[in-house]
């Protein structure tokens, strides 16, 4: 074997590409002291109603979200759809921020509360396709309840579910300083296999070290979730300039793919902290009540559209929402997003394979075997968000859905 041999197959191994695994579109965070076995099936019939009285028809959602007009009856029904079939991808009962600090006993009682909802979420199917847990942190105040609640809840959890772990779930990790911070979670998690964690960057002592942090997981690690305002408070900038678009926080996103790329890892950004809260409820509401809720309403939406749009551009695909009434936004921006420029990218694609993977030129566009992964790249995404239905990949692309999935022309042409 040369030594070239010898390190490719190293860097294969050590950064095996993309997992296979998929990403959810978010992450909702509840409070641990909330959850039920119900929680997402009622998050979603709130998800639904928001659709219902403030996106009714397709012009009312191209009128509340800067999308195209002429996709607005595409995306309004496709965002229908999705909300009534799955509104919440992710879930995460949260006892650290969305939580509060609150005596022993009392968090205690919670978490083994919340762990016996979840067991009885498994057995009657209302759990999210993603959930878990998020600890406090483990600094040295707060690692002693960060560890009890771990215990804890997992304990509790395999005993009401009769040793089985819910689908893809995960332990969140947040405001890390120190690698060993990680490690010793790792060690705590010991006793619990099968159980991984995610990782949230949110301190500059982080992101300049990622891959330390994210090695010192030991092969657990599958994501790594950006906390902007932790992250930029962290760094001096003020409560007034906080926001998804700062500069700093592309800086900190951009470093986050470039030292993590390859590894196959789930990337997240953080939330719209604008919530698309009505003020007037009850009913009857007057004229001027309505108009009012529904500019509070679509003004937060429309940040939030703003904010998603910004991610998808840049490569983030995924994003916290904290209020059920964001997801109607959440659907529209990505689905929008990919339906755009679907038609061109399909013709782009399928020349690209009929060149069998060489450089080709459509018009004044040239591509070559980078842009021809982008574009692979561009429907695996749009089909997992629900953007594109499966039965549309090969009208649109020449390819089958199993093609699609193997993400390797390599692979593709093999069988062309």
């Known amino acids: 074997m040369t030594s070239l041999t010898a ?9 095996p590409g993309e997992s296979g695994r998929r990403q959810p579109v978010h992450v909702v965070y509840g409070g641990g002291h909330l959850f039920k076995a119900e929680t997402c099936v009622k998050l979603g019939e709130i998800a639904r109603r928001a659709f219902a009285e403030y996106a009714p028809t397709p012009k009312a959602l191209s009128e509340a979200v800067p999308m195209p007009a002429h996709l607005a009856e595409t995306v309004h029904a496709r965002v ?4 009534g079939r799955e509104a919440v991808e992710d879930y995460r009962v949260d006892f650290e921020d969305g939580y509060g600090v609150r005596a022993d006993e009392v968090e205690d009682a919670d978490c083994d509360r ?4 979840m067991a009885n979420g498994m ?7 993603f959930c878990g847990v998020r600890i406090k942190a483990l600094s040295e105040e707060s690692a002693p309840r960060g560890f009890r609640t771990l215990e804890r809840f997992l304990t509790e959890l395999l005993r009401y579910s009769g040793g089985e772990l819910p689908a893809n779930f995960a332990v969140t990790l947040p405001k890390i300083t120190v690698p060993e911070q990680v490690s010793a979670l790792i060690e ?17 002592q982080m992101l300049m070290r990622l891959p330390e942090f994210v090695d010192a997981a030991r092969g657990r690690c599958v994501g790594v979730h950006f906390g902007p305002y932790d992250y930029t408070s962290s760094i001096g900038i003020t409560a007034a300039q906080q926001s998804l678009l700062h500069p700093a926080c592309d800086f900190a996103r951009s470093m986050m793919q470039v030292m993590l ?3 196959g890892l789930a990337l997240s950004d953080g939330p719209t902290t604008l919530l698309p809260i009505a003020p007037h409820r009850g009913a009857p509401l007057s004229a001027a009540q309505q108009h009012e809720n529904s500019a509070v309403v679509h003004r937060a939406w429309k940040l939030h559209y703003e904010n998603i749009r910004h991610d998808l551009y840049r490569g983030f695909y995924q994003g916290w929402d904290l209020h059920p009434a964001q997801l109607p936004a959440r659907y529209a921006a990505l689905y929008a997003f990919f339906l755009e420029g679907v038609n061109a990218a399909a013709d782009r694609l399928k020349n690209f394979i009929a060149s069998a993977a060489q450089a080709t030129r459509i018009g004044d566009v040239f591509d070559d075997a980078a842009t021809g992964q982008g574009l692979l790249n561009y429907f695996l995404r749009a089909v997992s968000c629900g953007a594109i239905p499966e039965a549309d990949i090969p009208a649109l692309t020449g390819l089958t859905i199993a093609q699609l999935r193997s993400g390797s022309f390599g692979e593709i042409l093999k069988g062309a």
């Open 80 to 83: 229908a759809e999705k909300l």
């Open 123 to 129: 057995a009657g199917g209302t759990l999210s396709p």
């Open 114 to 117: 919340a762990a016996r909802e």
């Open 261 to 263: 790329a390859g590894r």
């Open 188 to 204: 705590a998690l010991e006793k619990f296999p099968g159980v991984n964690v995610e990782l949230m960057m949110e301190t500059p």
């Open 7 to 15: 390190a490719n197959i190293a860097f294969a191994q050590t950064y």
